[in-house]
């Protein structure tokens, strides 16, 4: 029924950043824990990032301190700030929600979006 679409991946330099936005349709947007997860080629989708409802954090080991998890809820929009990015970030990068606050697992998000591409050159 929530429909997610992700915007703003691209091309960057390692070191670069970039900023990927979801936009949520539905009314009870505020409700969920939003989560952001990435594929890259031949590798099974993983978990990057968190953000329950009330704004609490979680992030993979090889995300933390880089990315930035961040919502709108007035906009019905979750961000993924990533800054000092690197080669291994490449992947397709797919927003999620949830209902469990503190889900990282594939099968407890129960809507995705349809996935921005994100690639970082060496």
């Known amino acids: 029924q929530v429909q997610l679409v992700e915007a703003g991946g691209g091309l960057v330099q390692a070191g670069g950043s970039l900023r990927l936005s979801c936009a949520a349709s539905g009314r009870t947007f505020s409700t969920y824990t939003m989560g952001w997860f990435r594929q890259a080629p031949g590798k099974e989708r993983e978990f990057v990032a968190r953000i329950w409802s009330g704004g609490t954090t979680y992030y993979a080991d090889s995300v933390k301190g880089r990315f930035t998890i961040s919502r709108d809820n007035a906009k019905n929009t979750v961000y993924l700030q990533m800054n000092s990015l690197k080669p291994e970030d490449t992947a397709v990068y797919y927003c999620?929600?949830?209902?469990?606050?503190?889900?990282?697992?594939?099968?407890?998000?129960?809507?995705w979006g349809q996935g921005t591409q994100v690639t970082v050159s060496s």
């Open positions: 999620a929600r949830t209902r469990y606050s503190s889900s990282i697992k594939l099968g407890e998000y129960d809507s």
